[in-house]
């Protein structure tokens, strides 16, 4: 019996990807747990905020020994508080810089980098907070915690 070949631009034909769906709930992707210490500053999402409550020990006020800061910023000159917010995080916490994306965006990523980088902080994750905004996560270096 006798098989035909079969041309190589068959086998290898590209198929397309499917897009793949990230269904992890936001406060497990910001590293929420549960009874965490969170201060939040300037964010108005008041769904985010519902959650956030149901989860942790929440202020609208930066405050000591903070497992997490969420700081909403537009503009350099609200970036320029993460030098004073960083002593206010745990050494193993993080500052979690929000803002605009898109074309609505008024700071690059680069830029929030650089004023991380200014404060002494390092960045080393980014998370789509919403469908408007992004997240983008601040830690102490590991060789000062």
Do not use: C
Not at 42 to 62: G, N, T
């Amino acid at each position: 019996m006798y098989v035909e070949a079969t041309p190589l631009d068959v086998l290898y034909r590209l198929r397309p990807v499917p897009e793949r769906v990230y269904d992890t709930p936001l406060l497990d992707k910001l590293g929420v747990r549960p009874g965490a210490r969170v201060s939040v500053l300037r964010i108005r999402d008041s769904s985010f905020l519902a959650l956030l409550e149901k989860r942790a020990d929440v202020s609208s006020r930066a405050r000591k020994d903070s497992d997490l800061i969420f700081l909403e910023a537009d503009s350099h000159g609200e970036l320029a508080r993460l030098a004073e917010l960083e002593p206010l995080i745990k050494r193993d916490g993080a500052i979690w810089v929000v803002s605009r994306k898109g074309k609505d965006a008024t700071l690059r990523d680069v830029e929030v980098m650089s004023a991380a980088k200014r404060a002494g902080l390092v960045d080393n994750k980014v998370a789509s907070f919403s469908p408007t905004h992004t997240a983008l996560r601040l830690v102490v270096p590991r060789t000062r915690r």
